[in-house]
């Protein structure tokens, strides 16, 4: 029994020695020929997706580089008061500027000037309204429920649509002999500037709020020419003589009878 438990034992051992150089031997060449295998190609990945190009920014629009006149400037500010002189001449020559009587009623004084962009209508009541020149003899008061007034009669009325009219002021009514224009006035109506006008026959002498003076002279009843350092400027004299509307678009009034 001992022999055979010994003969097992080396027998055994034997066995385990060949089962390891066996595995050692399967496992090189395992790896010799794993070696000399073609390597598996690779899957190609699909491309990319092309992305959409950016969107190119939408610039800014300056209102201004439009080259339209009167509506806003290189800084997008509105151009208010801008004249090419074109439209100086317009508003000047189509023959609203000057006194009126509302319905030819010449103790209902009303008037227009121009200030280099609109007209200022001013109606019997004191109440004013910017006014804006549409075509050649239409005037449209934008303050009044933009009431039109066409002017009819050679210039001498306006016929307004809700059914009113103004007139060239009569003469006569005490206005016999020359008009005095002698005293202070107030430019624009503003109490707080004081104007002056000294006056002798057909000679004027005038002061503005400045201080500035001119030389002028009354051309008819109603009429003015001034020469302020060489610059020309003409008045048109209400029919009660207090109020003139000079042709640069102001106005001076004085505010007791003459």
Known sequence: ??????????RIEKLIVGFALAFVFLSGWIGIAAAQMPSMPQIPQPAPMPQPAPMPSVPDINPGDSGQQGSQGNNGQPNVGRDDGGQRSRYQNAGFIGGWCAQGDRTKQTSISYNGAFYNLTNESGDTSIGNLQGNNRIQADR?????????NNGKQIQWSNGTFWARCPA?????????????WYPNGNRSMQ???????GNLTLQNETGQRATGSLRSRRQISTNWSGTKITGTVN???NRIDWSNGTYWVRYRLY
């Open 195 to 201: 104007c002056s006008i000294q006056q002798h026959k």
């Open 1 to 10: 029994m001992m022999r055979i438990g010994r003969y097992s034992h080396a």
């Open 239 to 241: 029919s009660d003589g």
């Open 172 to 184: 006569g009514g005490g206005g016999q002999g020359r008009l005095s224009l002698n005293g202070n």
């Open 144 to 152: 009044w429920q933009f009431v039109t007034g066409t002017l009819t």
